[in-house]
């Protein structure tokens, strides 16, 4: 749950990126410009990146109480059955986020609050332990 001034901070970043076409837009780079990079890029190799951000920008819409359905994964089931995610992958998506909203223009409001909002995550993503499998 999200709370009325998160929702708030959002629903004004949603206004500041162009509103919801605006907001897939961004997605899209993102998850278009992660799906290239060196050192996080393998998540993404044959998947949809596309329909991903698709999903992750409903997820941001009803974060910001802008929709009332969202059809996704929650942030924990949507990361099940993938290769664990490490720190560094999380900061290097971080930097990734950061370095576009800034190419984009946005102001440092904006991109505090999707930073914010992306570092609330960041346990439920991330794997801190390495499981061995047997073999």
């Known amino acids: 749950m999200t709370s009325a001034s998160t929702q708030h901070r959002l629903s004004l970043l949603v206004d ?11 997605l899209r780079d993102f998850y278009s410009e992660m799906n290239q990079d060196a050192m996080i890029g393998f998540f993404f190799r044959g998947k949809d990146t596309d329909a991903i951000a698709e999903k ?23 990361h099940l059955g993938m290769p664990p995610i490490r720190m560094g992958q999380f900061n290097r998506r971080i930097q990734i986020l950061k370095d576009l909203l800034s190419k984009k223009g946005l102001p440092q409001d904006a991109i505090d609050t999707w930073i914010a909002f992306e570092e609330s995550f960041r346990n439920v993503v991330v794997t801190r332990t390495v499981q061995i499998l047997p073999p």
């Open 16 to 26: 500041q990126v162009g509103g919801p076409a605006g907001l897939r837009e961004v």
């Open 56 to 78: 992750q920008s409903e997820f941001i819409l009803k974060a910001a109480g802008l929709v009332t359905i969202y059809t996704g994964k929650n942030p924990a089931s949507a």
